[in-house]
């Protein structure tokens, strides 16, 4: 479970976020559902810890969170498998065999083993995005938060990802922020609308 | 050309290229740990300490290194600093590369996207291994084309250890072009030069292609 308390942020004399409260429940997929310039990425950032609020608190085991975003971020110098070995191996300290077992394992229902020893650059955008879920997914974290995760992605590919995202629910918290109303309406269980830096429940 | 006279004076100018290889490997070996080190410090945010390491770049960018050179051989000794030739050729070359490979590996950590770091730290990677694992690597890739640059050019540099009276391969050369009025000599030299460029061209490919997948 996610709970943001009170959060307000500003920049200069602009109010991005005011007051904002939310719950994310667990086994759920939720939605922040905005234009952009209407502060959710900010919101979504202070959620990950990567900014901090002006006011308000976010309770969150971070520990137990990672992130996916929006550019995906796949380390370049690596390729598919060691994008998924190396953070394995360097964080959790998991021995080669055990990292090699789990990352075949996500590789494998993400259907992307094809792209195993692939390297970076010869990922089409849909393709980075499943490497980036299956990094996240390989750190077994309990809270996923995806940031735009349909920006670079076709029908067919935001069809997949949909599927992808009601397949992970089932053990892990999602918690999503996009523009995209008609991938919301297909893929959330709760949505919140963000306006102005205030949350209206759609 | 005539090749009996080339292979009499050869061993003479390979005695120079000894020292010309030594100045070299002492040099590769020493700098580019050192601008590797001072660089990454220099990319970290630590305001005093860097503008000690701004001064120091500034210095051995900002002067001829043949003055380096005098300096070290004559001016340190003014202080009651007192070493051999050689070791003072290769501690100025070393000081005055590693100034050049901070800068190229500053730049390089700094072209590297926030993005790289706030997504290993959101994974679980702390600061440290976040440089080490991703960050360094990375800034190494991107800095080979220009590191190989510098190395090429370091091996002409070499030459300028004859103004501290090292016999290296070029001074040697010139000896021998003086003492018997032939340019053969030269030419030698230039072969030489090209080859070793050669090797260097040809490991950095060797390198780079390990290296590859990117860019």
């Known amino acids: 479970m996610i709970l943001v308390e009170n959060i307000s942020k500003a920049y200069g004399d602009k109010l991005i976020l005011n007051s904002i409260n939310l719950q994310f429940k667990q086994n759920n997929i939720t939605v922040l559902l905005g234009k952009s310039g209407e502060g959710k990425t900010t919101l979504f950032r202070i959620i990950a810890g990567i900014e901090d609020q002006d006011e308000g608190k976010v309770i969150i085991d971070s520990t137990k969170t990672t992130m996916v975003f929006q550019d995906n971020q796949l380390y370049p110098h690596l390729n598919v498998f060691n994008n998924l070995m190396t953070p394995q191996r360097v964080i959790l300290k998991r021995t080669k065999k055990e990292a090699t077992i789990i990352s075949d394992d996500i590789l494998k229902r993400l259907n992307i083993e094809y792209l195993k020893y692939n390297t970076v650059e010869s990922l089409s955008g849909g393709e980075a995005q499943r490497v980036a879920i299956a990094r996240a997914l390989a750190m077994d974290k309990d809270i996923i938060l995806f940031d735009e995760p349909t920006s670079a992605l076709d029908r067919e590919n935001i069809n997949i990802l949909i599927g992808l995202l009601k397949d992970l629910k089932k053990d892990k918290t999602v918690l999503i922020i996009t523009h995209d109303e008609e991938f919301s309406i297909g893929v959330a269980d709760t949505i919140y609308r963000i306006e102005n830096g205030e949350i209206k429940k759609a | ?215």
């Not at chain 2, 945010?45 to 001064?55: E, F, R, T, V, Y």
């Not at chain 2, 050689?86 to 190229?104: K, M, P, Q, R």
């Not at chain 2, 030459?159 to 018997?180: C, F, G, H, P, Q």
């Open chain 2, 1 to 215: 050309m005539d090749f009996q006279y080339v292979l009499e004076i050869l061993p003479y100018i390979l005695e120079g290229l000894k020292t010309t290889l030594q100045v070299f490997g002492f040099t590769l070996i020493l700098s580019i740990p050192l601008g590797v080190l001072i660089g990454s410090v220099q990319s970290i945010k630590m305001p005093i300490i860097n503008q000690g390491l701004s001064a120091y770049t500034w210095l051995f960018r900002g002067t001829p290194l043949l003055l380096q050179l005098y300096f070290g051989m004559y001016g340190l000794p003014a202080f009651g600093f007192t070493f051999n030739r050689i070791t003072v050729a290769i501690l100025i070359f070393t000081l005055n590369y590693g100034a050049y490979f901070t800068e190229i590996i500053r730049g390089s950590i700094l072209s590297i996207s926030k993005g790289q770091t706030e997504v290993s730290r959101s994974l679980g990677f702390s600061k440290t291994q976040t440089f080490f694992y991703i960050i360094i690597p990375q800034a190494l890739k991107r800095s080979l084309q220009s590191i190989t640059n510098e190395i090429i050019t370091l091996v002409k540099d070499t030459s300028l250890i004859a103004a501290i009276a090292l016999n290296d391969l070029l001074r040697n050369a010139k000896e021998v072009v003086s003492r018997d009025f032939r340019v053969e000599a030269f030419f030698v030299v230039g072969a030489i030069y090209l080859i070793l460029t050669l090797f260097i061209v040809n490991g950095a490919k060797k390198v780079e292609n390990k290296y590859a997948f990117y860019r």
